[in-house]
Structures are given as C-alpha cells and as structure tokens.
C-alpha cells in the first residue's frame, strides 16, 4: 500500500513538472534540448545559454538537466574539445550574445520570476528531480557508466594534447582571429546597441525614437490647430414653410 501511494505520488508530481514547464511556453519546450550533448551545445552557446534564467518554465527541465550526471559528463568531454573554446570565443564576437545578456533589463522577465515564486508548481516542478529515486539511482552508478570510463580514458590519450597544441593554428581559430579585422562585425554590433528590441518590449519601446515620435504627435500645433482651421459646413437653407 505504501509503495502504491509512493508511485502516485511521483507520478502527481512528474505531471505536475511537466505541465508546469511546458503549460504555457510552446516555443520555449520546442526549442528545449533532448539529449545531454545538445543541453552542453546550449550551454556554451554565449548567445543562448541565459535563455534558461529569463522564463521558470525554461529553467525547470535546465535544473533537470543539471543534476543529471550525463550532464557533467557531456561537459566534462566539451571542455576537453578545444572546438567547444573556440566556439565560444566566436559566439561572444557574435552580436547575439549582447542581445542574450541585455534581455534582463526587460521588466517583464523580473515579472515571470515574481509570479513564479508565488506559484506552488514551480515550486513542485523544482523540486520534482530530488525526490525521485532515480536521480540518485544515476549517480550511483555513474561510476561504472561508460561514458565516465571513456572520459577518463580521453585524458588520457595523447591526441588530445595534441589537438590543443594544434589548435591554433586550426581554420576555425583562424577564422575566429580574422574576425575583429572584419568592419561588417562592428557595423552588427552598432545595429545590435541601436535595435530597442535588443533589450525587451519595455525598455526597447524607450529607446525606440518611434515612440516619441508618435507621442509627441499629440503636441503638433499643426495637428491641435487642424479642427480649427478646417472650412465650415455649408448652412443649409431653412425649409419653407
């Protein structure tokens, strides 16, 4: 009886942290990466990997995946690949990652947070992966998972120093040097500064000239004066009697 109740209640809560995360975010759970290689590529992607801290729908699977010890072990072969380095050098020469990072000046991302802190499935579908025995099940038999054992053995392998070594001199870390040399890479990141919708409705809609504009239209003596100066009607001519 005890182990029924236990089961229905993990199930309660599973449903409950998938609907929290995917209730009402579609293109948030679209876009969610299915395998620990994929959530690593996310994560040290400087023009997407804040994506999980602006939405707690987005960061309630990003914290399930955290605590998965595939997880750590994706990472642990990403930053033994110069590549994942590389990519990230780019990616921060990227006007992307400005646009990533000044989306918490947005209001409305405090606003999600301060909703969610008052919403008992967040809470729950936080909560959900530490009271699953599977959880602790994974890390304990991490240490014979042979994905850790071939992580350890690529350690040593003497290829990948070798990779390092020659790493610099790779097309990719050219490439990536070459960059701040290209003028179109700073005429991206002024368009990047100037677009409002680098910082989010609220504060884009502030810097957006548009919008003084538009509100300033208001004040246009022209327009205020426009009613006045228009012709008046015709009188039409009284109706015989």
């Known amino acids: 009886m005890q182990i029924a109740k236990l089961t229905a209640a993990l199930i309660a809560v599973a449903a409950t942290s998938a609907a929290f995360a995917n209730g009402t975010a579609p293109a948030a759970a679209a876009a969610t990466p299915t395998s620990a290689d994929a959530w690593v590529a996310k994560m040290t992607d400087p023009t997407q990997n804040s994506s999980a801290f602006k939405d707690p729908k987005a960061f309630v699977p990003w914290m399930n995946a955290m605590v998965d010890p595939a997880t750590s072990i994706a990472m642990t072969n990403a930053m033994m690949n110069p590549n994942t380095s590389l990519r990230f050098m780019t990616g921060m020469m990227n ?22 802190a008052m919403d008992p499935n967040f809470y ?34 003497p290829g990948m120093y070798t990779n390092w070594m020659m790493a610099p001199m790779s097309p990719q870390a050219m490439n990536a040097m070459m960059a701040p040399l290209n003028p ?58």
Do not use: C, E
């Open 95 to 116: 006007p992307a990652s400005f646009q990533n990072y000044m989306q918490f000046m947005d209001p409305a991302v405090s606003m999600k947070w301060m909703a969610a």
């Open 124 to 157: 729950t579908a936080a909560m959900a992966p530490f009271i699953n025995p599977n959880l602790y099940m994974k890390w304990m038999m991490a240490p014979m998972d042979p994905r850790l054992l071939s992580t350890g053995m690529q350690a040593l392998n």
């Open 184 to 241: 179109s890479m700073y005429t991206n990141w002024m368009g990047a500064v100037a677009n409002p919708q680098t910082y989010g409705p609220l504060v884009g809609g502030m810097v957006n000239p548009a919008t003084y504009n538009n509100a300033l239209q208001g004040f246009n003596p022209l327009t205020m004066m426009a009613p006045m100066m228009a012709p008046a009607a015709p009188v039409a001519p009284a109706a015989a009697q």
